[in-house]
């Protein structure tokens, strides 16, 4: 995460604060960030700095005026005039975050060995808001080299509950 990512996120939280759209920022950015991820090749032409400027603007133009809000398309435009559309990605994690804090959301990663019912889901889910003290939104996937459990990513904290962690705890107990 580049200084200028979180520089660019915050100015444009600060549009969207001042408009009351922020959902509507973040739901376009995350669809903008989308297209760039399956389009790379636009991404690199947007870059590319033996194509006109303009010819690049226009095309941003085309692609999104009137599909996202105006300051998204200028943002953009910034971007691609300061030869930092490398750091769009990180500019939407930061928005996305920006965004949840002020809602009183707490964006959790849980990865399990398997896949877990909607019963299981909601227990844990409610299990960390406790925890958290907090509202959870959680993303799920599955990662069988878990053996059985979990681990949590929440922020900068790891809650591993997965049996691979157990079994490598009682060998490094065993080992010393």
Do not use: W
């Not at 444009?12 to 995350?30: N, P, V």
């Not at 005026?65 to 490398?86: H, M, Q, V, W, Y």
């Amino acid at each position: 995460m580049t200084d200028m990512a979180l520089c660019c996120a915050d100015a444009l939280f600060s549009i969207a604060e001042e408009s009351g759209r922020e959902k509507e920022f973040r739901e376009s950015l995350f669809q903008i960030d989308d297209i760039f991820k399956r389009e790379k090749e636009y991404v690199k032409m947007l870059s590319d700095p033996n194509i006109d400027i303009s010819d690049r603007l226009k095309c941003i133009d085309s692609a999104f005026s009137g599909r996202i809000p105006d300051e998204e398309t200028a943002f953009l435009k910034i971007l691609c005039k300061k030869r930092l559309l490398n750091i769009f990605h990180d500019c939407v994690k930061e928005y996305g975050k920006m965004y949840s804090e002020k809602a009183g959301e707490f964006n959790v990663k849980i990865v399990g060995a398997c896949e877990m019912t909607d019963g299981e889901k909601q227990k844990l889910e409610k299990t960390l808001e406790k925890k958290f003290s907090c509202k959870i939104k959680a993303s799920y996937s599955v990662d069988k080299s878990l053996i059985g459990g979990f681990v949590v990513y929440a922020g900068d904290r790891i809650i591993d509950a997965s049996i691979k962690n157990k079994l490598k705890q009682i060998k490094e107990m065993r080992d010393r």
